[in-house]
């Protein structure tokens, strides 16, 4: 059974951090593509950054510079650091899986407000 479980979500401040990390379980972690996608209340679910089993990273644009994503195959983890955050990024974080079949996680939330 495959389980991506997310953590590391919650409440900040405009300009402030959070780290996501999602724990995968069931797969080959290594040699899935792995990302993280956001979903925003009313608006579809977007991309945000993947990372290949290389290590090569993809940025949506809004994210570039501000968002790190990163993995550690010896912990079946990937993460995602996001600094400078905006209101606009609030949304629910899933993680994603992908090779012949894609995997969801459930979600964490991101909220960031004054």
């Known amino acids: 059974q495959v389980q991506l479980v997310e953590s590391g979500g919650g409440l900040v401040q405009p300009g402030g951090s959070l780290r996501l990390s999602c724990e995968a379980s069931?797969?080959?972690?290594?040699?899935?593509?792995m990302g993280w996608y956001r979903q925003a209340t009313g608006k579809q679910r977007e991309l945000v950054a993947t990372?290949?089993?290389?290590?090569?990273?993809n940025y949506a644009d809004s994210v570039k510079g501000r968002f790190t994503i990163s993995r550690d195959n010896a912990k079946n983890t990937v993460y995602l650091q996001m600094n400078s955050l905006r209101p606009e990024d609030t949304a629910v974080y899933y993680c994603?899986?992908?090779?012949?079949?894609?995997?969801w996680g459930q979600g964490t939330q991101v909220t960031v407000s004054s």
């Open positions: 990372i290949t089993p290389g290590s090569s990273p």
């Open positions: 994603n899986a992908e090779r012949e079949r894609n995997y």
């Open positions: 069931g797969i080959i972690f290594s040699i899935y593509d």
